[in-house]
Nanobody, 121 residues
Framework: VQLQASGGGLVQAGGSLRLSCAAS????????MGWFRQAPGKDREFVAA????????YYADSVKGRFTISRDNAKNTVYLQMNSLKPEDTAVYYC???????????????WGQGTQVTVSS
């Protein structure tokens, strides 16, 4: 599975962005998908995950109520809708695919290249 993340950019605090992650391969619908982020000087951290069917979603406490993960298996794409953005959301955002859909980096076998999100105050 190859993953291509897009949709990052510069936004003011309180604004919104929608990230997309397009996957290649016919087995996309078999994989759980996750979003992680990494700020400068910090470890990569879990943001959100969704099961292969889309029936289960999980969020980090820091984004719960502001971010929404979804997927369209017909389009081989997973999305991350980010609302009410804060400066502390600034990071490179990575999408990942795995047979699981947990909050750990080790749950995922495939990673996209990352897209930069910058939130100005």
């Amino acid at each position: 599975v190859q993953l291509q993340a897009s949709g990052g950019g510069l936004v003011q605090a309180g604004g919104s962005l929608r990230l997309s992650c397009a996957a290649s391969g016919r087995t996309f619908s078999s994989y759980g998908m996750g979003w992680f982020r990494q700020a400068p000087g910090k470890d990569r951290e879990f943001v959100a995950a969704i099961s292969w069917s889309g029936g289960n979603t999980y969020y980090a406490d820091s984004v719960k109520g502001r971010f929404t993960i979804s997927r369209d298996n017909a389009k081989n794409t997973v999305y991350l809708q980010m609302n009410s953005l804060k400066p502390e959301d600034t990071a490179v955002y990575y999408c990942a695919a795995g047979l699981g859909h947990g909050p750990s980096i080790g749950d995922y076998e495939y990673w996209g290249q990352g897209t930069q999100v910058t939130v100005s105050s």
